[in-house]
């Protein structure tokens, strides 16, 4: 640069007007970085204030580094990392499962694991993604280094979490990173984490199904491969919720014959038939497997995908008391002898407000003989959301399958997030998506 500069000054009086036009350029270059942080005024996001309650609040700015305590003694750049401004972020039934008590989260934690966005600024060591770019965000945290990563096991990263494998933007023991319900967040190791939209124009258009990308829409398609559906397969899935729904959409997408959802809020039963769904109504005192055989001829499917996970209740007129094991034990019972069962469903290691004191430590009255004797396997764990995320987004580009219709999507603001809590909470049949700045339509 600085020849080029000395060279311009030679063939003066054009080349000071070159050279002028040189240092205002390589000038705006090395600002770049600091206009994006600077055009925003300040950040705010959902905050866990304790058991039953929310609250949006400001918060600090993201910085391209890694506080101390949080997974490493001291302080450190995060020069590997991003910026963005979210875009889209996303309500999960996991966040409620800490907001109504049931982990050991302490209050202060900005929650938010869905998350799409647009860099604003790049670490030094970001080579691949740039600033503009658009781009949906896998809800677990991978360094991408690591003998799981390596093997494509992003779900369970070795090198982001301290307590134990695997790491999650605000959730409860998944290292302490921040949450990205929020107007803006830190996104670590980016070029191998993010996955770019490769038309922004387009993505904001189909941004309502794109943003399902970062959780849900991975998470019941791993249920769903995981159990071994497959075209002209049966399948079985317990919870009508986002997770299941989405699971549903996988099944259909993957060729499944019948997709039987099962659920007792009457809204989302509905909801799953607006798609194509069968549905079994657990309120009921008829037994799934009587429901089963009234649909397919035959008491069991090929495939069942637990949607619901550790705060299950009963069926029948035991339908309002919590049962922990219930689901787990029915798929036993109604997935055929040598089919699948796939478990993106949360289970907890600890539930301060579980009914059985076995199950405040993660321990399940399971059947599980009865799963032996039959051969069924179980798959379980997060769902490594890289192993699937960019053939889905070309499925979505592509309108192979449409996800948002599946799950209901309802946008809304972020001031409007602890209303979509109390909303959600209560079973109403939709996908909540925050639209912090307004961008989606």
Same mark, same amino acid.
């Given at each position: 640069?600085?020849?080029?500069?000395?060279?311009?000054?030679?063939?003066?009086?054009?080349?000071?007007?070159? @050279?002028?036009?040189?240092?205002?350029?390589?000038?705006?270059?090395?600002?770049?970085?600091?206009?994006?942080?600077?055009?925003?005024?300040?950040?705010?996001?959902?905050?866990?204030?304790?058991?039953?309650?929310?609250?949006?609040?400001?918060?600090?700015?993201?910085?391209?580094?890694?506080?101390?305590?949080?997974?490493?003694?001291?302080?450190?750049?995060?020069?590997?990392?991003?910026?963005?401004?979210?875009?889209?972020?996303?309500?999960?039934?996991?966040?409620?499962?800490?907001?109504?008590?049931?982990?050991?989260?302490?209050?202060?934690?900005?929650?938010?694991?869905?998350?799409?966005?647009e860099v604003i600024e790049c670490g030094h060591d970001v080579e691949f993604v740039k600033e503009g770019d658009l781009c949906?965000?896998?809800?677990?945290?991978?360094?991408?280094?690591?003998?799981?990563?390596?093997?494509?096991?992003?779900?369970?990263?070795?090198?982001?979490?301290?307590?134990?494998?695997?790491?999650?933007?605000?959730?409860?023991?998944?290292?302490?990173?921040?949450?990205?319900?929020?107007?803006?967040?830190?996104?670590?190791?980016?070029?191998?984490?993010?996955?770019?939209?490769?038309?922004?124009?387009?993505?904001?258009?189909?941004?309502?199904?794109?943003?399902?990308?970062?959780?849900?829409?991975?998470?019941?398609?791993?249920?769903?491969?995981?159990?071994?559906?497959?075209?002209?397969?049966?399948?079985?899935?317990?919870?009508?919720?986002?997770?299941?729904?989405?699971? @549903?959409?996988?099944?259909?997408?993957?060729? @499944?014959?019948?997709?039987?959802?099962?659920?007792?809020?009457?809204?989302?039963?509905?909801?799953?038939?607006?798609?194509?769904?069968?549905?079994?109504?657990?309120?009921?005192?008829?037994?799934?497997?009587?429901?089963?055989?009234?649909?397919?001829?035959?008491?069991?499917?090929?495939?069942?995908?637990?949607?619901?996970?550790?705060?299950?209740?009963?069926?029948?007129?035991?339908?309002?008391?919590?049962?922990?094991?219930?689901?787990?034990?029915?798929?036993?019972?109604?997935?055929?002898?040598?089919?699948?069962?796939?478990?993106?469903?949360?289970?907890?290691?600890?539930?301060?407000?579980?009914?059985?004191?076995?199950?405040?430590?993660?321990?399940?009255?399971?059947?599980?003989?009865?799963?032996?004797?039959?051969?069924?396997?179980?798959?379980?764990?997060?769902?490594?959301?890289?192993?699937?995320?960019?053939?889905?987004?070309?499925?979505?580009?592509?309108?192979?399958v449409k996800v948002a219709k599946a799950c209901n999507v309802k946008l809304i603001s972020l001031d409007e997030a602890p209303q979509g809590y109390e909303n959600f909470?209560?079973?109403?049949?939709?996908?909540?998506?925050?639209?912090?700045?307004?961008?989606?339509?």
């Amino acid at each position: 640069f600085g020849f080029v500069l000395f060279v311009c000054l030679f063939f003066f009086p054009r080349g000071l007007a070159i @050279a002028k036009n040189l240092m205002f350029k390589r000038a705006l270059s090395l600002a770049r970085p600091l206009l994006g942080r600077r055009a925003a005024s300040g950040n705010r996001g959902v905050v866990y204030m304790g058991p039953g309650k929310v609250e949006v609040q400001s918060i600090d700015f993201p910085k391209l580094e890694l506080a101390p305590g949080e997974f490493n003694p001291r302080l450190r750049k995060c020069n590997h990392g991003v910026i963005l401004r979210v875009v889209a972020s996303n309500i999960c039934g996991s966040d409620q499962h800490m907001v109504r008590g049931r982990t050991t989260a302490s209050p202060g934690m900005v929650l938010g694991h869905e998350i799409t966005g647009e860099v604003i600024e790049c670490g030094h060591d970001v080579e691949f993604v740039k600033e503009g770019d658009l781009c949906s965000v896998p809800f677990n945290i991978a360094c991408g280094r690591c003998r799981n990563c390596r093997e494509g096991l992003t779900g369970i990263c070795l090198n982001v979490n301290p307590a134990r494998p695997g790491a999650a933007y605000g959730y409860v023991d998944m290292g302490g990173w921040i949450g990205g319900q929020a107007e803006y967040v830190m996104v670590p190791y980016a070029d191998f984490n993010l996955l770019k939209f490769p038309d922004k124009a387009q993505a904001l258009e189909k941004m309502r199904d794109l943003t399902l990308l970062s959780d849900i829409f991975p998470t019941g398609y791993h249920g769903a491969v995981t159990a071994g559906v497959k075209p002209g397969a049966t399948v079985y899935i317990a919870g009508a919720g986002p997770v299941g729904l989405a699971a @549903a959409a996988a099944c259909q997408l993957l060729g @499944a014959a019948v997709v039987i959802v099962g659920d007792l809020i009457p809204d989302r039963l509905a909801q799953a038939r607006s798609f194509g769904c069968e549905t079994v109504d657990v309120s009921k005192d008829s037994p799934i497997e009587q429901q089963l055989f009234d649909l397919l001829g035959v008491p069991e499917v090929d495939c069942a995908i637990d949607a619901v996970g550790f705060e299950a209740r009963g069926c029948g007129h035991h339908h309002h008391d919590e049962k922990p094991a219930q689901v787990l034990n029915d798929m036993m019972k109604i997935t055929r002898a040598g089919g699948g069962i796939g478990i993106p469903g949360l289970y907890v290691t600890e539930d301060p407000g579980a009914t059985e004191d076995a199950a405040k430590k993660g321990n399940l009255s399971l059947r599980i003989g009865l799963g032996w004797a039959k051969s069924i396997s179980f798959a379980t764990g997060q769902c490594p959301v890289l192993k699937y995320n960019r053939n889905l987004m070309m499925a979505i580009l592509h309108d192979k399958v449409k996800v948002a219709k599946a799950c209901n999507v309802k946008l809304i603001s972020l001031d409007e997030a602890p209303q979509g809590y109390e909303n959600f909470d209560k079973g109403e049949a939709c996908k909540y998506v925050i639209n912090p700045h307004g961008l989606v339509k």
